[in-house]
């Protein structure tokens, strides 16, 4: 019998590989004492491990504090990966024209399992905008890029997907409850966009439509958000909608996706 990919697992590097997922958007920087309570490590294991990473450059310590963030080279590997996603270079000149019709952010997000990553956004020139998260994972089914791609996948996939990671409540208005949200992404397939009506962060909607590539497949999502006093249901629907829809389809084309062949107006 084939042996099992994690059969193969090296405990040293998936160590040094949690450590790096560690950091988050939110906290940049760690102690040691911090990562051995929080990856359950004697210190000494993550001192070493932390050593091992600091001389290749994926981590820094910072003289004051003590304490590690991310190095340049986290940083060059994360240049490296966007520049050879096809995705990213074939949609940022529609990123750009979406953002500057619109006036608001414009982004652009690939699905990661039960969560969307945001790979790559124009912002926008108003002086009120909503925070960005660039390079975030956020809850698909909470987003307008997450719900445009999850739409697509088969309610098999979904209900895998959730019986691992059951969809929760972000906001009040988060459709969470697995029934209402298949229904949710049924009208979703239909009309080929996602809304975003507060239900990742109050105050703020967003709209998104899928890409697909030259196999059909739907391999990510571009849309905009802003503050909901700017973004109203109308003019999300009447003005945003099209435009978004029309973004989408320039991705696909450029991704070889035979949109007329799809039937897709």
């Known amino acids: 019998m084939k042996k099992a990919k994690s059969d193969y697992l090296i405990q040293s590097v998936s160590r040094a590989l949690d450590i790096l997922e560690a950091f988050t958007a939110t906290e940049g920087e760690l102690g040691v004492t911090e990562l051995s309570r929080r ?104 987003t307008a890029l997450g719900k445009a791609q999850l739409a697509f996948r088969s309610r098999e996939d979904r209900e895998e997907m959730w019986k691992r990671v059951a969809p929760v409540s972000v906001t009040g208005r988060t459709l969470a409850e697995p029934s209402r949200l298949a229904e949710e992404l049924a009208h979703v397939s239909e009309r080929e966009w996602a809304l975003e009506d507060e239900e990742l962060e109050p105050g703020v909607r967003g709209l998104a439509a899928p890409i697909r590539d030259y ?39 450029r991704l070889g996706f035979a949109a007329v062949a799809a039937n897709i107006d």
């Not at 629907?237 to 696909?252: H, N």
């Open 215 to 253: 196999a059909r497949r739907v391999v990510g999502a571009i849309g905009v958000r802003g503050p909901a006093f700017r973004l109203s249901l109308e003019r999300l629907e009447t003005e945003l909608a099209p435009r978004v829809r029309a973004a989408a389809r320039d991705v696909s084309k």
């Open 39 to 142: 990856l359950k490590l004697h210190k000494n294991n993550v001192f070493r491990l932390l050593a091992t990473l600091e001389t290749r450059g994926y981590v820094e310590q910072d003289k004051e504090s003590g304490n590690y963030r991310l190095g340049m080279k986290t940083f060059e590997v994360a240049n490296i990966f966007t520049h050879h996603l096809g995705l990213v270079r074939q949609a940022r000149p529609v990123l750009d024209q979406l953002a500057q019709l619109t006036g608001e952010a414009a982004y652009l997000g690939v699905l990661d399992g039960p969560s969307v990553v945001c790979v790559d956004m124009v912002d926008t020139t108003q002086p009120v905008r909503v925070v960005s998260h660039l390079g975030q994972r956020l809850p698909a089914h909470a």
